[in-house]
């Protein structure tokens, strides 16, 4: 075991292997306060990248409803049963990882689902965290609430896969940090499976292998954003990179958004993976369940999401999610357009702040007809 600083957890932990940083790290941030369930991300990866036999139950990116929904089924609460509540002091994490909890040499600690878990992807959907009395309507404020969370595998800083894996068949490429399975290697102990704290490792029954999110690196090494990302209508995802070599760059959307400004934060960070997928978290779930999930930062994020309106540089970042099949690394906001750059120094998009207005008559002249509706 050696020590490895993870930012996510403002100090040192244990790790099995001190490997160097990538280049760059690939990244996503996702606004849970625009997602809509509409599973449109989950259909187009399934059927990218696992409609294949042994699939059937593998879903590399789902989307699941919180606070009763998992896939698999209670996939965060029973290890946190295992590990015990979170304890921060401010921004730095006193209780033990999941590398940490087992005692040196050993794995990090687990557990593994068994078949019934992969049963009912849509298990608690739409859920409400309590009862509504009938006849009972919303106000300014409400006790029930929901929200939705979209899932894929985080190609963690310091994933607990690689580290579980007794036949080093998991790697983390140098070059983007994409977190890989190598199935020649593979012999499908599942350890991987049982590490991995999101249990985004799934076992394929008739290849006999592990198998997860390749983070569409095909797409990634041409300069295109994920298949998930540039299919999700809402336009919740935005997918680029984080710089590891350097200070964390203002032009940079990812650094931005996450490092610079935390707005977005990790997903049980208190695990110790350092995940790189970032949630903006819902404004109007109570922050207890939100400091749970994403640790602290929640009630300042909260209150920089409410105000946006205020801040044209953060705005003109988040205009950037969904706007362009090319994974921006670069933007500005000009007068009133947030305009993003491609890996390749090429212009690819330009959002305006306010979408303008084009009045038509009534009656076309070149046409000679009429529209019904003139706006």
């Not at 930012?7 to 996503?28: C, L, M, N, S, T």
């Not at 509504?132 to 029930?144: F, M, R, S, V, Y």
């Not at 760059?249 to 997903?267: F, G, Q």
């Not at 947030?338 to 070149?366: C, I, L, M, N, S």
Request: one cysteine or more; hydrophobic letters at 30%.
């Amino acid at each position: 075991m050696v020590k490895r600083f993870n930012w996510h957890i403002d100090r040192e932990q244990e790790y099995p292997y001190d490997g160097p940083k990538p280049a760059r790290q690939v990244a996503y941030v996702f606004d849970t306060n625009k997602c809509i369930e509409c599973q449109t991300c989950t259909v187009a990866c399934k059927t990218c990248w696992t409609s294949g036999k042994g699939q059937e139950t593998i879903f590399w990116n789902n989307v699941e409803t919180k606070p009763y929904g998992g896939y698999p089924h209670e996939w965060d609460s029973r290890l946190m049963q295992k590990c015990g509540p979170a304890e921060w002091q401010g921004k730095k994490l006193y209780s033990i990882t999941i590398f940490e909890k087992n005692g040196e040499g050993k794995p990090p600690v687990g557990h593994l689902p068994n078949e019934r878990d992969y049963s009912a992807p849509n298990l608690g959907e739409d859920d409400l965290s309590e009862m509504i009395d009938q006849g009972a309507h919303l106000g300014e404020t409400h006790n029930g609430w929901m929200f939705y969370l979209a899932r894929i595998c985080n190609h963690c800083d310091h994933p607990a896969c690689l580290a579980a894996c007794p036949r080093k068949a998991i790697y983390k490429r140098e070059e983007d940090g994409i977190v890989l399975v190598d199935q020649e290697r593979c012999r499908g102990y599942q350890a991987c499976v049982e590490a991995c704290p999101y249990k985004k490792v799934f076992f394929n029954v008739i290849n006999r292998a592990s198998e997860k999110c390749i983070g569409c690196f095909p797409r990634v090494e041409q300069g295109n954003v994920a298949l998930c990302v540039e299919s999700c209508i809402g336009k919740i995802r935005l997918h680029g990179f984080l710089s590891t070599q350097e200070e964390p760059r203002e032009d940079n959307p990812l650094d931005y958004i996450v490092k610079i400004r935390k707005l977005a934060l990790p997903c049980y960070p208190q695990f110790g993976t350092g995940p790189n997928v970032f949630y903006i978290p819902p404004v109007h779930v109570p922050d207890p369940f939100l400091e749970q999930m994403f640790g602290p930062g929640v009630e300042e994020a909260k209150d920089m999401y409410r105000n946006l309106k205020n801040d044209r540089q953060l705005l003109g970042a988040l205009m950037l999610f969904g706007a362009s099949p090319r994974i921006i690394t670069r933007y500005e906001v000009q007068g009133d357009e947030a305009v993003g750059w491609d890996v390749e120094g090429q212009e690819v998009v330009r959002v305006p702040f306010t979408e303008p207005t084009y009045y038509r008559k009534h009656f076309d002249e070149q046409y000679e007809a009429y529209r019904h509706n003139a706006v």
